[in-house]
């Protein structure tokens, strides 16, 4: 749990994919990690998100959990600081879920541009489910169950945040707040509410290029990563498999750095006197591409290293990770229960049943 207390509330989540990769860490982690000190921050690892494409398959789930949880903590997300969870242990999300479907309706799921240009791409599994198609709702309930003021997001996700705000108003129109007396959310938990649910804002990631070893974006289903585990002899070797300027073809060739993926990487990682250097060698076709390869390889290499000291504490002893989130699991089921009992008194579905005054029923 956080030491101290920001009083806005950051949520972000990852699925369960197993190890991050360096693309994970620039869109995302490196973000999360400063966020921490700046805000009441809630990171969860989305198992039933990953259900959503890997259904038939759920055997490596929990070890691909603990994967991502061990990469943050490599990454330096600490429990002190920030909230860590999975999504499964707080099923809350699921109840959530279910009430936001009843109100969403089915247009708002079909235009959500991800879900299109997904159904047309991952051809390998039948992603004709309900579950598929209501992910942007459980990611609403995801956000939502946390009344977060900010989403940290990609720009592709943008859409998901604007799904999640238009459900909070939908709710928000259905249903004002009735005797709410649980937690009222970020900044303004402290006054009375006037609807359940705040609208969270995108606070949108500042989007790096980040180039795989084949130059297309680093992603796991291209087999192109290099990932935060990767011993040195392996990212050196993968770095210098790598694709370049396709106009170096002889040494002698003068090259451009805005054209090649190794340039990308030296613009995300490399200092600026490093950076200077290739932008020169390159363009006069003093310096190698080994050369300048080796020396992104060498930033890298020094960027992971104190990481990868981090993940084996953890590694020798992966029940202290699990520990972690099991007690982070308990910190946000305390905050669900109580966006739960708002949700449900807003709707008059109590657990508890209060007969109303017999002229009231009578009415
Ligand atoms: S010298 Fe560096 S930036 Fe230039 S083409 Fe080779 S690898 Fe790319």
Not at 68 to 80: F, H, K, Q, T
Not at 321 to 326: C, G, K, S, T
Not at 338 to 360: I, N, Q
């Amino acid at each position: 749990m956080p030491s101290s207390h920001p009083s806005k509330r950051v949520l972000s989540g990852m699925r369960s994919t197993g190890k991050l990769h360096l693309g994970n860490y620039v869109g995302a982690l490196q973000n999360w990690v400063r966020m921490q000190d700046q805000y009441a921050c809630f990171f969860f690892i989305a198992d039933w998100h990953a259900l959503t494409t890997d259904y038939a398959d759920p055997s490596k789930i929990t070890e691909n959990s603990i994967d991502v949880l061990l990469d943050w903590l490599a990454a330096g997300l600490d429990p002190e600081r920030c909230t860590m969870f999975i999504q499964s242990h707080v099923p809350q999300h699921a109840e959530l879920h279910l009430l936001f479907s009843m109100i969403t309706p089915l247009g708002w799921l079909e235009r959500v541009p991800t879900y299109k240009e997904q159904r047309e791409n991952i051809t390998e599994k039948d992603l004709g489910t309900y579950g598929f198609l209501g992910y942007p709702v459980l990611q609403a309930a995801d956000i939502l169950m946390y009344k977060a003021d900010f989403v940290p997001v990609g720009e592709d996700q943008v859409a998901h945040v604007e799904l999640t705000r238009e459900i909070a108003r939908r709710f928000n129109a259905f249903y004002p707040p009735r005797g709410v007396t649980g937690d009222g959310g970020g900044e303004e938990g402290a006054r009375e509410r006037t609807q359940v649910f705040p609208e969270p804002q995108a606070l949108l990631t500042p989007a790096a290029k980040l180039p795989g070893t084949d130059g297309r974006k680093m992603s796991k289903s291209y087999g192109n990563t290099v990932l935060l585990t990767d011993p040195e002899p392996v990212v050196r070797q993968k770095l210098k498999t790598m694709v370049t300027d396709p106009a170096r073809v002889r040494r002698s060739d003068p090259g451009n750095p805005d054209v090649c993926p190794v340039g990308d990487l030296h613009k995300i990682f490399s200092s600026k006197e490093t950076m200077a250097k290739v932008n020169v060698g390159c363009r006069s076709a003093g310096i190698g591409c080994i050369e300048c390869k080796s020396w992104v390889a060498d930033t890298i290499v020094g960027l992971l290293l104190p990481m990868q000291e981090r993940r084996k504490k953890y590694e020798d002893d992966p029940r202290l990770a699990w520990d972690i989130l099991e007690a982070g699991s308990g910190a946000a089921s305390k905050v669900a229960d109580a966006t739960m009992k708002d949700v449900r008194a807003s709707m008059g579905m109590l657990l508890e049943y209060e007969p109303s005054p017999k002229a009231d029923r009578a009415k």
